[in-house]
Each structure stands twice: as C-alpha cells, then as structure tokens.
C-alpha cells in the first residue's frame, strides 16, 4: 500500500476494497465528529476521576460504627471506577485523541469538585448520592452525542457505566435511610 499526505488515507489493494480510500484518522467520522466524541469522553473522564478520588478518601477516612460496610463498598466502587476511567481514556485514543491525564486538566474540565474533608459517613453517602446524579446526566451526555453520529462503541459502554451508577445510587440511598 502507498501511503498518501497524513490526513489524506491510504489507496487500498486491488480487491474488493480496490479504488477506496481507506481513511487512515478515523474509522467512521469526520474529525470534527471525533473531536467533539473526545472532548465529551474527556468531561466525562475528568468527572469520573475526581469521584474516584473522592471514592478513595472516603475509603481511606472513613470512621464510626459503619466503618467496615462503608469501607468495603467504597473499595469496591473505586476498583470499578478505576477500570471505567480506563476504559474512557482508551476510547479516546479510539478517535486518535488524548485523554486528559492530570490532575489539573481532571480538575478544570470536571463539574465534580474534589472533597478535601473527612465528612461524617452519612454525609459521605450523600456527597456521593449527589457525585451519581452529575455523573449520570454527563453520561446520558454523552450517549446522545454517541447515538446521534452512530458511535455504538462509545454508546454501548457508557450505557454500561450508567446501568454501575444508578445501582450504586440505590444502594448508597438505600443504605443512608
């Protein structure tokens, strides 16, 4: 195969893809459509990650009579956190762009604020009653974007998160009653 200018795609073989050309920045969408797919992943990797944060102070300070229910759940939920920011950032590179990857670009782009107190455990629970809101409606966001310029990848794995979200949310108010 030649390779064209950067940008331009590369000629495919004779074949059954003989005369396309095959686009070498994308699989699907333009780069203004990809931009915008990144730039909502990237809100959402930003906000995601100062839960995660959040989720790991809380782990860390949690105290009183609840501490070993608080404490597991919390390790679990960052565990999964963790995996789904993964996730998120190879997304990005998915569209040939750069997820955010620090503290600082988390901190400018998020809507979530970090926590730098220990707060009661009920108020824990419902600082991250309040995080589940926000960061549903940022992947409900997104998704639409997603559906809207046929990104089924994009779609399917945040639909996955929201499903995580919304059941945390019922038992983290489940269990603040």
Known sequence: MAKQKAGKGIKAKKGSTAGKV???HSLRWSDAERKALAHSLNTLLANYQVHYQKLRN???NVTGGDFFDIHENLELQY???QADIDMIAERVRVFHERPLSTFSEYLKASTLKEDATVPSSTDMVKNLLADYVTL???MYETVD???GLSD???ERMVKGFIEQIEKH???M???NK
Do not use: I
Request: no cysteine.
């Open 173 to 175: 108010g489940a269990f």
């Open 152 to 154: 089924a990848g994009t």
């Open 22 to 24: 095959v686009r070498n």
């Open 58 to 60: 809380y782990h860390w």
């Open 169 to 171: 949310h019922w038992m």
């Open 136 to 138: 549903v409606d940022r």
């Open 145 to 147: 974007l997603a559906m």
């Open 79 to 81: 565990t999964e956190a």
